[in-house]
């Protein structure tokens, strides 16, 4: 989806929610994710993407569950400002294959501009609101995650579960780390 449909999703979810100031979304392929400028706060968020990442060579496509989009926030007189990088996938058939955009489907742009709004009140406006997050549909994914061909990955940047056993009980629980740097093992 182009930009024009992304602002159209965030104006519309923090209509009467953001203070009366006006805001802006723009992609920025730029933006480090772990590294906002001064004075600019960040929100890392995982998505899906249903149909897809889309090889520019083979035109193979492939959905993930593993769409990582990085989100820079800042407010300064009145006007606030979040640029977003959708990180990029390559096509694990084609040699030396260029990065692909993920095509996220509305349903989950939907969910993640109410994400990132709750966190421009916490974070812009110091609102007092719970830290959790909306949840996006997922979708049926076959293959593994392919770490080599993933900029996230490359770039240290993964949601990662991770599992604990508990020793009263015997059972296992699953730990959710967000944002973790990590080491993809292959």
């Known amino acids: 989806m182009e930009i024009s449909e992304w602002t159209r999703i965030f104006q519309n979810e923090g209509k009467g929610l953001l203070h009366g100031d ?24 995982n998505t899906s993407a249903r149909s897809v990442f889309e090889c520019p060579e083979c035109l193979r496509g492939w959905p993930s569950n593993r769409v990582m989009v990085v989100f820079h926030m800042r407010l300064m007189n009145g006007a606030g400002t979040v640029k977003v990088r959708r990180l990029r996938q390559n096509c694990k058939n084609c040699y030396e294959a260029q990065m692909a955009d993920p095509v996220i489907a509305s349903d989950n742009i ?3 501009m109410k994400n990132l709004v709750k966190k421009i009140r916490i974070k812009c406006y110091h609102e007092n609101l719970d830290q959790g997050n909306y949840n996006h549909p997922r979708f049926d994914v076959n293959s593994p995650h392919e770490p ?24 296992y629980k699953v730990l959710i780390f967000k944002s973790l740097r990590v080491l993809c093992i292959h």
């Open 22 to 45: 006006n805001w802006t979304l723009m992609f920025d392929s730029n933006i480090v994710p772990e590294s906002p400028e001064y004075r600019w706060e960040m929100y890392i968020r």
């Open 110 to 112: 939907n969910t993640l």
């Open 148 to 171: 080599d061909h993933c900029e996230g990955c490359m770039t240290g940047i993964l949601f990662e579960s991770l599992l604990q056993l508990d020793t009263k009980t015997g059972n």
